[in-house]
């Protein structure tokens, strides 16, 4: 039986804690551990808030869809919103993981995060939105170093 | 998100609450500068109640452990969650911060130089 949370958010970032709160809801309502709602909210967060940022050449109130499936295996997310194209995934420098503290720049984490993860990702643009899509399996391998 | 302060010895203990996202991070880090810039000797950010950070949340403590390195003030975190812990890891920050599995034992290792 697949399970379906569908909402939409104003682009503001004090909307993030009520996307963050139906998100655990939903993970609770399938029974899934909430490990799995704090991983797809970071997610969410770190590329809403980039959207909500800098996506948009106006000051007008835009909405933002997350679409989440869930099938008993996996997490299948989709993110729809009509901000200027961008592909967070192709276009995101990487960050850099290793300098001392003080050389350590600060930043670009956010897009690092939802690639280290989620097991796919995916972008692409349509009709004027653009949509990115992820997955999540409920079993997936350990990342090297955790 | 109001910042709790305690103090042990010439420790300061800043102890934010729950969550740490884009929507509440400039004020976390105004809040957690002025901590490190008024006169504390020594800084720990206790993460008992945190429950949620994104990477707006890394940045101010990556921004604060600069900035009270620059100004000689040592810094540290304690008692993080699983979670939060496997966001530090991930990061690379947890090879370059002081991060103590307890508030006791970070007081000791703190008072102890």
């Not at chain 2, 009270?68 to 304690?78: D, I, Q, R, W």
């Amino acid at each position: 039986m697949i399970r379906k949370l569908n909402i939409s958010i104003f682009n503001d970032l004090d909307e993030l804690s009520r996307l963050a709160s139906a998100v655990d809801d939903f993970v609770t309502a399938v029974g899934v551990s909430s490990d799995i709602a704090f991983t797809l909210n970071v997610c969410f967060d770190e590329l809403i808030t980039n959207t909500i940022s800098y996506g948009y050449s106006d000051n007008l109130i835009h909405e933002i869809f997350v679409g989440i499936d869930f099938d008993g295996q996996a997490f299948h997310i989709k993110i729809q919103d009509d901000a200027n194209p961008f592909n967070v995934f192709k276009d995101s420098p990487k960050p850099d993981l290793e300098s001392d503290l003080m050389e350590r720049p600060i930043g670009g984490l956010g897009v690092f995060f939802v690639k280290q993860w989620m097991n796919t990702v995916s972008y692409h643009r349509e009709n004027g939105y653009n949509f990115v899509c992820l997955e999540k399996f409920l079993i997936s391998p350990p990342h090297p170093g955790v | 998100m109001a910042l709790i302060q305690e103090a042990v010895n010439e420790i300061t203990i800043a102890i934010p609450k729950q969550r740490v996202d884009s929507a509440n991070a400039r004020q976390f880090e105004q809040d957690l500068l002025d901590v490190i810039k008024n006169k504390a000797k020594k800084v720990l950010v206790d993460f008992r109640d945190i429950d949620y950070i994104s990477s707006a949340g890394l940045r101010v403590i990556l921004l604060s452990a600069k900035t009270a390195k620059a100004t000689g003030v040592p810094f540290a975190l304690c008692s993080m969650k699983d979670k939060i812990k496997e966001v530090f890891v991930v990061s690379g920050f947890a090879k370059i911060l002081s991060i103590h599995p307890s508030r006791e034992i970070a007081i000791q290792a703190m008072s102890s130089n």
